[in-house]
């Protein structure tokens, strides 16, 4: 006899190898957190403190969004079906300016992480500010993030050469801490100058970040 955790019995996995094979008819054992194996249904003597029927279930690796708000949830339904320049600009903008702080940072991170959870995604790649209020949040709700340094053009105030430091130093900060990652996140070609991209990629380079941009995301006053 085997303990583990949890065991999930007779369900199908999509495997995620070469061949994206599934796995028909078989179980999962769950020891300390990790997946310790895969087996043919009943092949194995396995005892768990919780066993899960997962007959004609489908079994997925976590699911991953590759770009997130996070703290934005809380702003969900305030201006919808609008122009994005007239969203930003007559409506996030001023709201942000008035609403964002670290504590309502938190909460609605705490809020995004578990609604991602409850729908299988368990990796977020955040563009916001806050970093610490972002990873926190999401440590407590053990998902895993990638926070970023967001850069706007029109509040960015420090030396080009300072672009990277602070998500560098935020890194080196949660080095031991698996659940946490970083990025580079200048807004938007529309928001940065050519000098600021630049400035971002030479950052990321040489700090060896992910840069997280919106690339295409709208053109301002066309909806």
């Known amino acids: 006899m085997i303990i583990c955790d949890v065991l999930l019995t007779g369900g199908s996995y999509v495997t995620m190898d070469a061949g994206f094979r599934i796995l028909e008819d078989h179980d999962l054992a769950v020891k ?3 997946i310790l194996d895969i087996f043919p249904t009943g092949s194995k ?3 768990a403190a919780e066993e899960i029927d997962a007959t004609n279930c489908l079994i997925t690796p976590g699911f991953i969004n590759a770009h997130t708000h996070m703290p934005m949830t809380y702003f969900r339904g305030l201006a919808d079906d609008l122009p994005l320049e007239k969203w930003l600009q007559e409506y996030i903008w001023p709201l942000e300016a008035r609403m ?3 504590d309502f940072v938190y909460d609605a991170s705490l809020h995004a992480a578990t609604e991602m959870l409850m729908h299988g995604i368990t990796l977020a790649n955040d563009m916001y500010f806050h970093m610490g209020q972002i990873a926190e949040a999401s440590i407590k709700a ?3 993030v990638i926070v970023s340094e ?5 509040n960015f105030k420090g030396a ?3 672009i990277g430091s602070k998500v560098q130093t935020f890194k080196d900060q949660y080095a031991n801490q698996a659940l946490v990652d970083c990025c580079l996140a200048p807004h938007a070609i529309y928001t940065c100058s050519r000098e600021i991209l630049e400035a971002c990629v030479k ?3 040489r700090h060896d970040l992910l840069l997280h941009m919106h690339l295409s995301e709208n053109t301002p006053g066309t909806g």
Do not use: C, F, N, V
Not at 150 to 154: D, L, P, Q, S, Y
């Open 100 to 102: 964002i702080s670290t």
């Open 45 to 47: 003597d396995y005892h």
């Open 142 to 144: 053990g998902m895993r």
């Open 32 to 34: 300390d957190g990790k």
């Open 150 to 154: 967001a850069i706007i053009g029109h």
């Open 203 to 205: 950052a990321a380079s």
């Open 160 to 162: 080009l050469t300072e």
